[in-house]
């Protein structure tokens, strides 16, 4: 490049690639020239480029920038200008939640930011400087609702910016909020929490079914009051803890009128407490912890006792009433009284009836018709019947009537006295009713008149007194048995010793010097009726009877005395059943087909071995002369009997 500077008539020639400057007679100024820089739009202050020629000054201001580029010699000088470009900051292009409100220009005057996301703003440069146009994305960000454990779908709250979609899913729940333009999404999520339904926490009488939760999944209930059960969350969603309270509440019992103080239907919910008070009566059915309680009441009713409805000889004064505060009795029968309850209890109305009720004579025995004493209470009819006789006890209304009864005296029937062979069952009352026939070696019975007399005592004998010998010997047996001796027996003129000692069945301490002991005697009862021996005598007496049984035969002639002892279970004791009175019976040897009925045997008998005895029989006819034998029924009561030819 040349440049041509021509000053006056002096000129110089500057070649720009020979550095040579040509001169003529002086020196020629030279003008600055501003550098590259100058004009130029910057985004900072020049530092180089700033002069062409001349000499650069500093650069002053903040944009635009000057500078003086200086002349040498008398040379003019250039001014130099860069504009400020404007520029983005480090906000643009990025991707925000919200408005950006600083790092929005590195350069030039930056503009207020627009719209809502994305958002935009320009740097401005000075002067001629370029301004830039500066951008910044919206991101979409989740809300509060994001990762919350909830009861139910989130409506609210999904995004915190950007643009919400729909909620899908039915716990856990997902949504996007999606950012504008280049905008960044958000992948948002809320979980389904468990929460309790109206039930929690409510007071109920029994457990609850329903109403359990709001949301989540129920568990069983558990627990007899309060209750308790869980709702549980899904995935990572909260479970809620739920309790219903027991609530105390009064049974069937409660508000009932009763007779006595209630011991069941207390309480149909909660812990029953004590019943007080002796009517009304009131106790408390507990809840559980925060359950509420009852208060439970029971009224006294009054209720009749046992004389109501019943038929009286006379006024009651007792058993009116088996609940319930007793008026005074009114009437002179029927009679009528008040069992009034407590408060709100009832009151029961009773009546007594009088009723009729026979008197003392009623039930007893007499020679004849009662006259007197027939009623204790009631109007008497006449008397019927002529033994028993019978007559009536008429109430009053609804009251009863008493059937009354007086009975003739109980007399032995024609088995009474009698000596039979067997137990009699027939002929034991001429009037009264029989009693079981009772015993073995004598019968005996009663025959009452009425139930409440002693009746008449009667007894029959048998014909045969079977004899234990082993305990006329003295030997022991399981049970007392008839025994019978002997007590002396004479042939004609042959008196035969009395050598066997027995015990005294009468009295155990004395001993007895008999003839014979019996095995059994039988008699039939009548005067002239033969009375047949089988007993046991000792060696000395089975020789004599011997001697006579195989000589002459015995004389015809007899003199004996006999006793038969029964036991008196009831007196504990013996006692004579039959026997001579302790007088010789006189008689005579019977006879059958010519010969005597006389016997001995020769042989020792076995029953007894110690002492020595041998069964000896024989059977006596009466003699022609007035005799007695006797025949009793217990220690203090026997009869005679006549024995003997009758002339």
Aim: aromatic letters at 8%; glycine letters at 12%.
């Amino acid at each position: 490049m040349k440049r041509l500077f021509v000053f006056g008539k002096h000129f110089c020639v500057l070649l720009l690639i020979v550095p040579l400057l040509a001169c003529g007679e002086s020196e020629i100024p030279s003008s600055a020239v501003c550098g590259s820089a100058d004009g130029r739009v910057l985004s900072a202050a020049p530092t180089s480029d700033l002069c062409d020629s001349g000499t650069e000054s500093d650069v002053s201001g903040e944009g635009p920038w000057n500078w003086t580029c200086q002349g040498s010699d008398d040379g003019t000088s250039a001014e130099c200008t860069a504009h400020l470009a404007g520029s983005c900051g480090a906000a643009d292009g990025q991707t925000l939640y919200e408005a950006p409100t600083s790092g929005l220009c590195n350069t030039g005057t930056e503009s207020d930011v627009t719209d809502e996301g994305p958002w935009s703003w320009t740097c401005e440069g000075s002067d001629d400087g370029t301004s830039a146009e500066c951008t910044a994305h919206l991101a979409g960000s989740c809300g509060y609702a994001d990762g919350r454990a909830l009861p139910a779908e989130p409506t609210s709250g999904l995004c915190d910016s950007g643009t919400e979609s729909d909620v899908s899913g039915e716990g856990p729940w997902s949504w996007t909020c999606e950012g504008s333009d280049d905008g960044t999404s958000a992948e948002c999520t809320a979980h389904l929490a468990g929460s309790c339904g109206a039930a929690d926490g409510q007071t109920l009488y029994e457990a609850p079914t329903s109403e359990l939760c709001d949301s989540g999944t129920e568990s069983d209930v558990s627990g007899e009051g309060p209750w308790s059960w869980t709702c549980e969350g899904s995935d990572d969603g909260t479970s809620a803890e739920c309790t219903v309270h027991l609530a105390g509440s009064c049974g069937a019992a409660d508000g009932q009128t009763l007779y006595e103080a209630p011991t069941s239907e207390l309480c149909d919910s909660g812990t029953e407490s004590d019943v007080s008070d002796e009517g009304p009566w009131s106790w408390t059915c507990d809840g559980s912890d925060d359950g509420t309680s009852a208060e439970c009441t029971a009224h006294l009713a009054g209720s009749c006792g046992y004389a109501d409805g019943r038929a009286l000889p006379a006024e009651p004064t007792s058993g009116l009433c088996d609940s319930g505060t007793e008026s005074d009795v009114s009437g002179e029968g029927p009679w009528s009284w008040t069992c009034d309850g407590s408060d709100d209890g009832t009151s029961a109305n009773c009546t007594a009836h009088l009723a009729g009720s026979c008197g003392v004579a009623d039930g007893n025995t007499f020679d004849e018709a009662p006259t007197s004493d027939l009623c204790e209470s009631g109007t008497e009819s006449d008397i019927s019947g002529e033994g028993p006789w019978s007559w009536t006890c008429d109430g009053s209304d609804d009251g009863t009537s008493a059937d009354c009864t007086a009975y003739p005296p109980g007399e032995c029937g024609w088995a009474h006295g009698q000596m039979l062979a067997d137990q009699p069952t027939f002929d034991l009352c001429n009037s009264g009713t029989a009693g079981a026939v009772s015993g073995d070696g004598v019968w005996t019975w009663t025959c009452h008149g009425s139930p409440n007399d002693n009746g008449a005592a009667c007894a029959a004998w048998p014909t045969t007194f079977e004899c234990s010998v082993q305990q006329g010997f003295g030997l022991q047996g399981e049970s007392p048995l008839l025994i019978g001796f002997i007590n002396g027996l004479k042939f004609g003129f042959e008196d035969l010793p009395s050598d066997l000692v027995v015990a005294d069945p009468e009295n155990a301490d004395e001993s007895l010097n008999v003839v014979a002991v019996l095995s059994s005697i039988h008699w039939d009862g009548e005067y002239n009726d033969p009375i047949d021996f089988d007993a046991r005598v000792s060696t000395q007496n089975k020789n004599t009877l011997a001697g006579f049984y195989f000589g002459m035969g015995p004389p015809d002639d007899v003199q004996f005395e006999f006793t038969v002892y029964a036991y008196d279970a009831e007196q504990d004791q013996y006692f004579r059943v039959l026997h001579t009175g302790g007088e010789q019976l006189f008689g005579m040897i019977a006879k059958a087909g010519g010969e005597l009925l006389f016997s001995v045997d020769l042989e020792q008998a076995t029953e007894v071995l110690s002492p020595d005895n041998y069964a000896f029989q024989m059977s006596v006819m009466p003699d022609a002369q007035d005799m007695d034998i006797f025949t009793g029924s217990s220690a203090t009561h026997e009869i005679s009997r006549d024995w003997g030819l009758d002339f």
